[in-house]
T-cell receptor, first 112, second 116 residues
Framework: SQQGEEDPQALSIQEGENATMNCSYK?????LQWYRQNSGRGLVHLIL?????REKHSGRLRVTLDTSKKSSSLLITASRAADTASYFC????????????FGQGTRLTINP | EAQVTQNPRYLITVTGKKLTVTCSQN?????MSWYRQDPGLGLRQIYY???????DKGDVPEGYKVSRKEKRNFPLILESPSPNQTSLYFC???????????????FGEGSRLTVL
């Protein structure tokens, strides 16, 4: 089963609005990462948050991590049409093999 | 320019005809991995490699082989492709030290494979 599961599966908002996506995971983690994928293209790393961090910012991105709830959220502020993409969270289990496990992603559509 | 290069980008083949998808990275990364992406199933890891001559199975290794004879290359081999291997394949690499969780993965642009 997938380690990370994103919610919602799809999100459609107007340009300029904020977009929030959530990720839940099942086991203890070292770090959690967020990636973006434009349609049919490779994934691009956005941000990494460590298990001892609660919040991290990068430009218009804000990521939070709640290890007690085993969840993370990605907030994109002041969305732009170019933000239209699928967003994935990815984690590595502490005791497992060296593999980054991805959720199924949130498909974000920004309407002009 | 730092990049992960996959070839071919698109391929249509027939059942049973051996094929190789090449992957090369120019960032001197120790870690390399192959994923397949299917609708409704997300990204699933096929194989990964922690360094030269060190490979291990991911979640869906059946029907695939890999080799890591050089640090920069990590080819994915389908000895006898079947229609259920029709998918979008991604190669990724990273420099992680002791754990792949420590840093980002760099992805190739993907190889769309159709097996008839």
């Amino acid at each position: 089963s997938q380690q990370g599961e994103e919610d919602p599966q799809a999100l459609s908002i107007q340009e300029g609005e904020n977009a929030t996506m959530n990720c839940s995971y099942k086991t203890s983690i070292n770090n959690l990462q967020w990636y973006r994928q434009n349609s049919g293209r490779g994934l691009v790393h956005l941000i990494l948050i460590r298990s001892n961090e609660r919040e991290k910012h990068s430009g218009r991105l804000r990521v939070t991590l709640d290890t007690s709830k085993k969840s993370s959220s990605l907030l994109i502020t002041a969305s732009r049409a170019a933000d239209t993409a699928s967003y994935f969270c990815a984690t590595v289990v502490l005791q497992g093999a060296q593999k980054l496990v991805f959720g199924q992603g949130t498909r974000l559509t920004i309407n002009p | 320019e730092a990049q992960v290069t996959q070839n071919p980008r698109y391929l249509i083949t027939v059942t049973g005809k051996k094929l190789t998808v090449t992957c090369s990275q120019n960032m001197n990364h120790e870690y390399m991995s192959w994923y397949r992406q299917d609708p409704g199933l997300g990204l699933r890891q096929i194989y990964y490699s922690m360094n030269v001559e060190v490979t291990d199975k991911g979640d869906v290794p059946e029907g695939y082989k890999v080799s890591r004879k050089e640090k920069r290359n990590f080819p994915l081999i389908l000895e006898s492709p079947s229609p259920n291997q029709t998918s979008l394949y991604f190669c990724a690499s990273g420099h992680h030290g002791t754990s792949v969780s420590n840093g980002e993965l760099f992805f190739g642009e993907g190889s769309r494979l159709t097996v008839l």
